[in-house]
């Protein structure tokens, strides 16, 4: 178990770039949950896989955003056209369908819109 | 849909004084619940969880916490704090059945004072 790992930790980028960030979950964890947390605040709930289907999104997620999780392992978030509303760390959380409901969370990838 | 309210977003208290971070959730069908702690620079870890059975739940760091359904909150505690439990703790809801998604509350800032 090495536990949940995101790439890049940290993201500078200009206002209108496009950034990816990359989620390797704990191998046999087939739920896969995207937050965003600001400074001060929980995380936010993005959107969750279960496998490679994506099951939820959530409503405040403009079009600018898109995961994926192609064969149900890794994810990437991907945000286009970048704001510096954006500005936020992205998190990375995973779990096993049969599990006590534990998430496992990453160290996370701080987005930082200049 | 589930919510989580977090009362206090500051608690400072004494080191080996007692606290108590409240959480209220909201949720018309049943629940497990959850608390998180974050350390600065640092991915969410678990505190500890109530999925059913008991109420009084004992978690990690001698921190404990009362699920009590008619008044639908999950107070965590601790009889005596340390100067290392300094950090933002986060409540979080997800539904027994249903949707996956866990929602988080804005998170009480723990200081703990010498």
């Known amino acids: 178990d090495t536990g949940v790992s995101q790439d890049p930790r940290h993201k500078i980028t200009?206002?209108?770039?496009?950034?990816?960030?990359?989620?390797d979950p704990i191998s046999e964890h087939n739920r896969l949950y995207w937050y965003r947390q600001t400074l001060g605040q929980g995380p936010e709930?993005?959107?969750?896989?279960?496998?490679?289907a994506q099951l939820e999104k959530s409503r405040l997620l403009s079009d600018r955003f898109s995961a994926e999780r192609p064969k149900g392992s890794f994810s990437t978030l991907e945000i286009q056209r970048t704001e510096q509303g954006d500005s936020a760390m992205y998190l990375c959380a995973s779990t096993a369908r049969e599990s006590t409901g534990e998430l496992f969370f990453g160290e996370g990838s701080r987005l930082t819109v200049l | 849909a589930q919510s989580?309210?977090?009362?206090?977003?500051?608690?400072?208290?004494?080191?080996?004084?007692?606290v108590e971070l409240r959480c209220n959730y909201s949720s018309s069908v049943s629940v497990y619940l959850f608390w998180y702690v974050q350390y600065p620079n640092q991915g969410l870890q678990l505190l500890l969880k109530y999925l059913s059975g008991s109420?009084?739940?004992k978690g990690i760091n001698g921190f404990e916490a009362e699920f009590n359904k008619s008044q639908t909150s999950f107070h965590l505690r601790k009889p005596s704090v340390h100067i290392s439990d300094?950090?933002?703790?986060?409540?979080?809801v997800t539904l027994t059945s249903g949707t996956y998604k866990y929602i988080f509350g804005t998170g009480t800032r723990l200081k703990v004072l010498a």
């Open chain 1, 45 to 52: 709930f993005l959107t969750y896989f279960q496998n490679e």
């Open chain 2, 4 to 18: 989580v309210t977090q009362l206090d977003s500051q608690v400072p208290v004494f080191e080996e004084a007692p």
């Open chain 1, 14 to 23: 200009k206002r209108g770039q496009n950034v990816t960030f990359r989620c």
């Open chain 2, 86 to 92: 300094t950090a933002e703790y986060f409540c979080a």
């Open chain 2, 55 to 57: 109420t009084l739940v």
